[in-house]
């Protein structure tokens, strides 16, 4: 195969690094690390290596990392480790051909893992990225610290749950429950790092282990924002087919907002150990903090690269093999003279800063394109703003930049994902790239202000900044490749294979971003964090601009539309570029490109004027980058005009540094990236206007430009976009809008208060959204979220079965801790304590049990009159006056509807509309007669006398009444099958009538000596089995198919065979709906989703409510921490489930719409009172005695029942099959058609 | 356990089984019947689903619990009708629950109009010996005196004994199956059928109860 060639020729350098040591020393140089490599490891290591690698599919073995593979390693572990971290860096520097996608690591990156694959190659997601690829876990430790445990879990978790295709799962989602797992776990970390309050010892100590509590913090907050927002996406009925998409790019978000507050806590405990190590922990300065913060966690900018002296000459070959590869790949054969122009820019920009432009060894060139492409590298954030007064943070550079950079990502991310679906318009693509390059510039015009703050570190970030530039130049020039390739062939519609250029122009974007905000992060703390302020005059709105602009717009729009098809390919104007050395602040006003290249838009000359009155601030050059970047056509000028005020394009940032650096040339740089830009850009605007795509996107563009940086939205004004913009659009910006507020100084102390509010959310368990575990006060503080209306279910059955798992003493304890350790989180106190109040006054108005709960006032009193009033003074007062009421008042207060746990009986209009007249009741005046007859001492009338019909209905009445009246408590903890003072008086009730019914039916029969009346009778009972099926009583039908059924009836043969095939056919269909094979299979069928009125059979509920209770434990183990025994918690899963079983049956409890007829109610009490007997056994002894005197055993030796309980020996075999003989009979008469009655 | 495989040569094929719990209510038929059926405590109970009584221990068996209903008296004799197989529940500490095992084997008999109906004799709540009101000899003599049924204590709560009560149940209902085949000469598991293997499961079934039973089963 051609992969074993490959290997033989590439063996030596597939050599994984599998024993680098734990030396984090860079000092050896290259060359000696590749002779190392070969020679000492690679003779032992290469054959196993290459041998294993060509048995393996997933991981290419990095292709010769030129990363050192000098040092040693340590052992795989061998147990499966859910993080590892790396501790060592790892660049694959080759180009991955085929589709496996190798991650990069740097040292401190910490990753998910999702598999490792026995070559010790592991499937992973990058946390600092969200990139997803293959790593090696040589590289690797496990990452396990016992006080992160609980975060790491928590983030499983979420991942597990965010990932599982639920997202669109309102349960899910509609509360915040999902989000508390990640909240218990950072309370956890601090805890366990002993600052869980600002005001700790230890963060006051040490000013880093301070700014990184607060970055989490503030990103932790930034995340339950992000989740309310998805709450309220899903709270929302589905608007449009699009909405699922909203919802997932919140939650892609969100995962990555949690991989961030992972990464923060890793960092933040790096940095708490690292104190604790020092055992000098206070009085630091602060500078020294600032890079041991940065110094072990994740970066994806290598430190290495600061230290230019190890790199040494790739700098130049990096960039120019860059170049020469995207002459290659991403310049169309059109434009040579571009791409010589380019290429020359590069070189002179390599050289004219060599040793610095180590940073811009482009990585993410190198990089493949990771599959999971939302690398939003957001974990390189380092919130600087502790310090510093609140009311200026918004205006911190270093917010600035946080912000700007998650705005690029967003767009980004969008983007890339956009770009799997199965197509798009060109306008769409267009669009997309435009907005993320307009972010990216906005970025760079914030690093440009950095740069110009401190000219040393200007420096050091210039070539970052290079790189980033032309990461965004080279994804734009993707876009016009795709999109020109697409209007050859005459479509508007962009097929997903042709986006690989795009997707990895993407990615690299992302990284090279990345890249350098981090440098630029490291820039900041070294030279502390400065306000922002001209800049963001700049980034502010000016509304009536914006108007002017849509004006503007309109009138171009037709313009280009005229225009469409006139445009020629331009060629690339070397001429365009401003003068250098206009650059600065103070901006010239020359505006030069645009009529160039597009002479024929006819509006071009307004635009310059419209440019001129709204930027004057703005260098020179960045408008020309501007009009250049993007869509250069005349006609998009006053979108460029709107994202101009707020975008700043990136330029200014590349030549702010250069000019103040005289070094080397900046003039020259700059204008070659200039010409750069403006070709490839310019020849990109001609692509999208042939392509047809006017205005559409451009407004579409200002508006969520627009939305994202001012709160002056342009909406109102081009309210007919809507439909155009994809509907990601408005969901991104407000996320980045969100994300940037987030940032703002009083929403991280309301984070602060609220992450370390104190919660037992640990201690709960979940299940698909619900809880199935937790101790009690969990529970408690559930049941009284602030965030949340409580899930009605979890409510309702806590009421019902508290009792079964709590004493009511406790519970209300409970809750009057839940309302005192409440006031440690002001923020949240209010509505948490409305919510006890609130649980107090549902249980004493509906769920109040005077015998248990009684004694639970000795606490709620005191409670209501000292600590509820003095908060809520109405509160206190009416729940004082409530435990007055309960006192003195028998059954609950206010009593709550059917659906509701409580008391059931009281709603009862609730299905059978008041107006429907009742049917009539089917009775003779014969039968009224005979009723009266009875009623004053004269005969006793039979069941014959009477209709079927009727007397399923009043038979339905009868036990409806009793099954009305069962109360749910009745159904708890087995309370009927009490020997002895149960409570469940109308539970035992029912049973009883269901019993006497069956044994009215056998003694109705069994008292005719004749068989065919005996037979009149059954067939009598078939009819009124079958009445009560149309009736759906199934308690009454199945207590008439066990007496018809029972040994005593159906032995009377002689009978059966007069009884109609009709009718037994009949019972044979009533028979089978009551069969209790497979668990009642058919009966649970009938009974579900069944509307009322109906009269189930009770027993299945009871069996059901029995078995919950016997097959599930009292209490849980939460899963644990560490190699101990988790907590016992309750179980309450088990109650959920008891209280759904009682659910089902209080469904039923409502009254049937029916005549009652009482003489003849009178009657079947009657004959029920006469077939009870003192003890069931005599009654089936009785019956059973007087079935054999009716129809003797057909065997010769009559035998006596077995009750007398001979020996069992007594019995030959030949009489064994004389029964069996009798079965047999029994089974042919039934079918044997017969004439009769 | 061991007898498990065997089961499956006597058998040839899958059969299904219906096994009726029946006992006085509170004495932990449902938690014999739900330790039996789900083995181990993966997740939660469910028992309203089709499938939460039926258990596959090379025959397909099916435990008809009556726990719940003990006092829908009428709904007795539904459910001895479909069992092949009874178990007779009462707990060692309660001399009443004892009592109520003979009506429910009377009423076995009468309905099956079988003495020879395949009965286990369980004595539950085996873990609470200190509150034991019945005696192992006690309990014992009744079993025998009940067709020689056999007698097992087990602990629902400490899944003590528990498979052993159904399979030996399992057992006698196959055995009871194989020879009413064999005496209607219509038995489709002849060739299956090694006497002398049976004769061993037999055999070894009896060491096997001897050593649960501590002795006190006489054979």
């Not at chain 1, 490891?41 to 991981?59: E, F, M, W, Y």
């Not at chain 2, 192992?136 to 005196?145: L, P, Y």
């Amino acid at each position: 195969m051609v992969m074993a060639d490959e290997h033989s020729a590439r063996s030596s350098i597939h050599v994984l690094p599998l024993n680098i040591l734990k030396d984090h020393s860079r000092t050896s140089s290259k060359d000696s690390k590749h002779s190392r490599n070969m020679s000492s490891k690679g003779s032992n290591r290469t054959g196993a290596s290459a041998n294993s690698q060509s048995q393996i599919t997933p991981p290419a073995t990095p292709n010769g990392s030129q990363e050192d593979l000098n040092q040693q390693m340590e052992p795989l572990q061998p147990v499966f480790h859910n993080f590892l971290r790396a501790f060592y860096p790892f660049h694959p520097t080759y180009a991955v051909a085929d589709s496996t996608v190798t991650l990069p690591l740097n040292e401190g990156d910490v990753i998910l893992v999702h598999s490792i694959h026995t070559n010790g190659w592991a499937d992973g997601t990058l946390l600092a990225s969200g990139a997803r690829g293959w790593l090696p876990t040589n590289y690797c430790e496990a990452y396990d610290p016992e006080s992160m445990r609980n975060l790491l879990k928590a983030l499983l978790n979420f991942w597990d749950l965010l990932k599982s295709g639920l997202a669109t799962d309102n349960e899910v989602f509609g509360n915040q429950e999902f989000m508390r797992g990640i909240i218990a776990g950072v309370r956890y970390l601090l805890e366990k790092s002993n600052s869980l309050t600002r005001e700790s010892p230890i963060v006051q100590g040490n000013d880093g282990l301070r700014r990184n509590r607060k970055a989490l913090l503030s990103d932790l907050s930034s995340l339950v924002k992000t989740a309310k927002r998805l709450q309220e996406y899903t709270a929302r009925p589905p608007q449009t087919e699009t909405e699922p998409d909203d919802v997932n790019n919140t939650v892609d978000e969100m995962i990555l907002k949690a991989f961030k507050i992972v990464i923060r806590g890793v960092r933040f405990l790096d940095v708490w150990e690292d104190d604790c190590r020092s055992r000098q922990p206070y009085n630091r300065v602060m500078a020294t903090v600032a890079e041991e913060v940065y110094n072990p966690p994740t970066p994806p900018a290598d430190s290495t690269s600061f230290d230019g002296s190890q790199h040494g000459d790739p700098a130049y070959d990096a960039v120019s093999r860059r170049s020469s590869r995207s002459s290659a790949t991403g310049l169309s054969g059109s434009q040579p003279s571009d791409e010589q122009t380019k290429r020359q820019s590069y070189k002179r920009m390599s050289s004219a800063y060599s040793s610095n432009a180590t940073t811009s060894r482009p990585l993410s060139m190198t990089r493949p394109a990771s599959i999971h492409m939302k690398r939003q590298s957001v974990s390189h954030r380092l919130s600087l703003t502790a310090s510093i007064p609140a009311a200026q943070r918004e205006n911190l550079v270093s917010e600035k930049l946080n912000s700007s950079h998650d705005t690029f990502l967003s767009f980004l991310g969008s983007f890339i994902g956009r770009l799997h679906l199965q197509s798009q318009s060109a306008a769409e693509l267009l669009f997309s790239v435009k907005q993320s390059v307009t972010a990216g510039r906005q970025m760079l015009v914030v690093v440009e202000a950095i740069c110009a703050h401190d000219r040393q570190s200007g420096e050091a970030l210039e070539a970052s900044r290079a790189a980033m530039y032309d990461r965004i130049n080279k994804l734009a020039v993707s876009a016009r490749e795709v999109i020109n390739s697409s209007a050859i062939e005459g479509d508007d519609v962009v097929m997903p294979q042709q986006n690989s250029g795009l997707l990895t122009a993407a990615t690299s974007c992302v990284k090279a971003a990345g890249e350098c905000v981090a440098k630029t992060k490291f820039v900041i703390e070294r030279i502390g964090d400065f306000e922002f302020e001209p800049q963001s005059d700049n980034l502010g709105t000016h509304a009536p601009a914006i108007d002017a602009i849509v004006e503007d717009q309109s009138g171009e729009t037709k313009a280009l539309e005229s225009t469409d098809e006139v445009k020629p390919v331009s060629p690339s104007p070397p001429d365009i570029p401003p003068e250098p050395a206009s650059r600065p602040p103070p901006p010239p006003l020359i505006i030069p490109t645009y009529e160039k290249p597009l002479p024929e838009v006819p509006t071009s000359s307004t635009s310059p004027d419209e440019e001129e009155s709204q930027s004057h601030l703005l260098p020179v050059n960045t408008k020309a980058m501007q009009e250049n970047e993007m869509v250069e056509s005349a006609t998009t000028d006053s979108s460029m005009g709107s994202s101009r005020r707020s975008l700043l394009p990136p330029l200014p940032n590349m030549t702010g540094p250069l000019m103040t650096s005289g070094d080397y040339s900046p003039s020259e740089i700059s204008s070659a990236h200039d010409s750069d830009f403006q070709s490839s850009f310019r020849s990109g605007s001609i692509a999208i206007s042939s392509t047809g795509t006017s205005s559409t996107y451009l407004s579409g563009l200002r508006d969520s430009e627009s939305s994202i940086l001012s709160q002056a939205s342009t909406r109102a004004t081009t309210p007919d976009l809507s439909q155009y913009v994809p509907r990601t659009q408005p969901s991104i910006s407000e996320l980045s809008l969100s994300g940037s507020q987030s940032t703002l100084a009083d929403e991280i102390d309301e984070g602060e208060s609220k992450m370390l509010e104190k919660t037992f959310a640990h201690e709960l368990l979940h299940k698909d959204g619900q809880i199935t575990g937790g101790t009690l006060p969990a529970l408690v503080e559930r049941l009284t979220t602030h965030d949340s209306t409580p899930d009605s279910m979890f409510v309702s059955t806590f009421y019902l079965t508290f009792r079964l798992f709590v004493t009511p003493v406790d519970l209300a304890k409970a809750l009057v801790d839940r309302f005192d350790y409440v006031a440690e989180s002001p923020h949240i106190a209010g509505p948490v304590r409305l919510r006890v109040y609130n649980v107090f006054k549902g249980w004493l108005e509906s769920h109040w049990r005077d015998l248990s709960d009684n004694e639970a006032l000795s606490v709620i009193e005191p409670f209501a009159t000292e600590k509820l009033s003095k908060v809520l003074p109405g509160a206190g007062k009416r729940v004082l006056e409530l435990a007055q009421k309960v006192t003195s008042t028998d059954g609950p207060l206010v009593p709550r509807l059917v659906s509701s746990m409580g008391k059931t009986s009281t709603s009862l209009a609730q299905y059978v509309p008041a107006d429907t007249p009742l049917p009539p009741s089917y009775m003779s005046k014969s039968q009224i007669s005979v009723l009266k007859n009875w009623k004053m001492g004269g005969s006793n009338p039979t069941i014959l006398d009477f209709d079927p019909l009727e007397l399923a209905r009043q038979l339905t009445i009868k036990e409806m009444n009793i099954f009305c009246s069962i109360m749910p408590e009745e159904l708890l903890g087995s309370e009927w099958t009490k020997r002895s003072g149960s409570n469940a008086v109308n539970v035992r009730a029912m049973s009883t009538l269901s019993t006497d019914l069956s044994n009215l039916v056998a003694d109705t029969i069994l008292q005719y000596d004749d068989a065919k009346k005996r037979a009149t009778i059954i067939k009598h009972w078939i009819k009124i089995a079958h009445k009560c099926l149309e009736l759906n009583n199934y308690d009454s039908l199945m207590a008439i198919i066990c007496s018809l059924n029972s040994s005593t009836i159906v032995r009377l043969k002689r009978t059966w065979d007069m009884v109609s095939q009709k009718r037994k056919d009949m019972l044979k269909t009533l028979q089978s709906i009551v069969e209790p094979d497979k668990n009642y299979a058919v009966l649970r069928r009938r009974l579900h989703d069944h509307v009322p009125p109906c009269l189930p059979f009770v027993g299945t509920y009871l069996t059901d409510l029995t078995f919950v209770d016997a097959g599930n434990p009292a209490t849980k183990q939460l899963p644990g921490v560490g190699d101990g025994e988790g907590m016992s918690v309750i179980n309450f899963d088990k109650h959920t489930r008891t209280a759904k079983i009682i659910g089902e049956l209080q469904r039923f409890q409502i009254p049937y719409r029916l005549h009652e007829v009482p003489d003849l109610q009178e009657w079947l009490q009657a004959q029920i009172v006469r077939v009870k007997s003192s003890s069931e056994h005599e009654n089936v002894q009785q019956y059973y005695r007087k079935s054999l005197l009716l129809e003797p055993r057909e065997t010769s030796h009559a035998r006596t029942s077995p009750i007398e309980g001979q020996s069992p020996f007594s019995l030959n075999q030949k009489e064994k099959f004389d029964i069996f003989g009798w079965t047999h009979s029994r089974e042919k008469a039934q079918s044997a058609p017969t004439s009769s009655i | 356990m061991i007898i498990a495989p065997m089961l499956t040569r006597i058998v040839g094929h899958r059969r299904d089984f219906n096994i009726v719990v029946l006992g006085a209510g509170g004495v932990g038929k449902s938690c014999l019947t739900a330790q039996f059926v789900q083995n181990i405590w993966i997740e939660a109970y469910d028992p309203t689903i089709e499938d939460s009584y039926r258990k596959q221990i090379d025959v397909d068996l099916s435990s008809l619990d009556t726990a719940g209903t003990e006092q829908f008296t009428a709904m007795r004799e539904l459910y001895m009708k479909t069992g092949q197989g009874f178990l007779l529940v009462f707990s060692i500490i309660s001399q009443s629950s004892l009592h109520e095992l003979s009506e429910l084997r009377e009423q076995i008999i009468r309905i099956k109009d079988d003495e020879n109906v395949p009965i286990v004799i369980v004595g539950n709540k085996s873990d609470l010996e200190e509150d034991r009101v019945i005696s192992r000899s006690k309990a014992f003599s009744v079993s025998q005196s009940w067709g020689n049924a056999p007698y097992y204590e087990t602990s629902a709560r400490r899944r003590a004994n528990v498979d052993e009560v159904f399979i030996d149940l399992c057992r006698q209902i196959i055995r009871k199956d194989n020879t009413t085949h064999a005496q209607r000469e219509e038995d489709p598991y002849a060739q299956y059928r090694d006497p002398g293997r049976e004769r061993h499961a037999h055999r070894k079934r009896k060491t096997h109860r001897r050593k649960r039973e501590g002795g006190c089963m006489i054979l």
